[in-house]
């Protein structure tokens, strides 16, 4: 069983097009995130949500949305597509209130490519 | 605010050779150590953390302890395989106010040949 789960894999896509990425955890996390990867392997985050309610929000532009409909499920939906975007977007989840020692569940990312 | 810095790569090694990859780091607070192994095509995965001053955390030959005096968090493996060959990625997480944020260093990648 995989235990985060992203689709699609590969997204290929024009500017200006919106889209959406969703991500599903089957650990029974209450915590989960978003990460981007640039083409350098830059590692980012960019959203985090617990227990549906989001609490990082990093420097993200508002074109990113993350919707949260219950603790299993975090989807990144994404308007107005630009070049910049392409990237690989990891999604992952935690079991939060360990004081930091947590570990982090990767999904296999998300591979956008935007024409 | 954190930080992670991981020595430049790529590292290039032949089998068997030793591997260590540098990792130091500037956060408030008392951190969580980590590293992460991305290999290639997929997601990552947790290699080993260290949640404390001096604790050494080791997975799959891999090992790294934690250094408070030096702030750093080398990883080390006595005799590298072909199937290590992957990205490392150093990373530190703080409870309070970073609440669940891991701020990752740049990755290191690594190839080995047989």
């Known amino acids: 069983d995989t235990a985060v789960s992203q689709t699609p894999k590969y997204l290929v896509t024009q500017m200006g097009n919106d889209k959406s990425i969703k991500c599903e955890q089957n650990?029974?996390?209450?915590?989960m995130y978003w990460y981007k990867q640039d083409s350098k392997k830059f590692l980012k985050i960019m959203f985090s949500?617990?227990?549906?309610?989001?609490?990082i929000n990093e420097t993200v532009p508002n074109r990113f949305s993350p919707k949260s409909p219950d603790k299993a499920h975090l989807n990144l939906h994404i308007n107005s597509l630009e070049l910049g975007d392409s990237a690989v977007y990891f999604c992952?989840?935690?079991?939060?209130?360990?004081?930091?020692?947590?570990?982090?569940?990767f999904g296999p990312g998300t591979r956008l490519l935007v024409l | 605010g954190n930080s992670v810095t991981q020595m430049e790569g790529p590292v290039t090694l032949s089998e068997e050779a030793f591997l260590t990859i540098n990792c130091t780091y500037t956060?408030?607070?008392?951190?969580?150590l980590f590293w992460y192994v991305q290999y290639p095509g997929e997601g990552l995965q947790l290699l080993l953390k260290?949640?404390?001053?001096?604790d050494k955390g080791s997975n799959k030959g891999f090992e790294a302890t934690y250094r408070k005096e030096t702030t750093s968090f080398h990883l080390e493996k006595g005799s590298v395989q072909v199937s290590d060959s992957a990205v490392y990625f150093c990373?530190?997480?703080?409870?309070?106010?970073?609440?669940?944020?891991?701020?990752f260093g740049q990755g290191t990648i690594l190839t080995v040949h047989p």
């Open positions: 956060a408030t607070g008392y951190p969580s």
């Open positions: 992952a989840s935690s079991q939060g209130g360990q004081g930091g020692q947590e570990t982090q569940y």
């Open positions: 949500y617990n227990n549906k309610e989001l609490i």
């Open positions: 650990l029974g996390h209450d915590t």
């Open positions: 260290a949640t404390k001053a001096d």
């Open positions: 990373a530190l997480r703080t409870g309070g106010t970073s609440y669940g944020k891991l701020t």
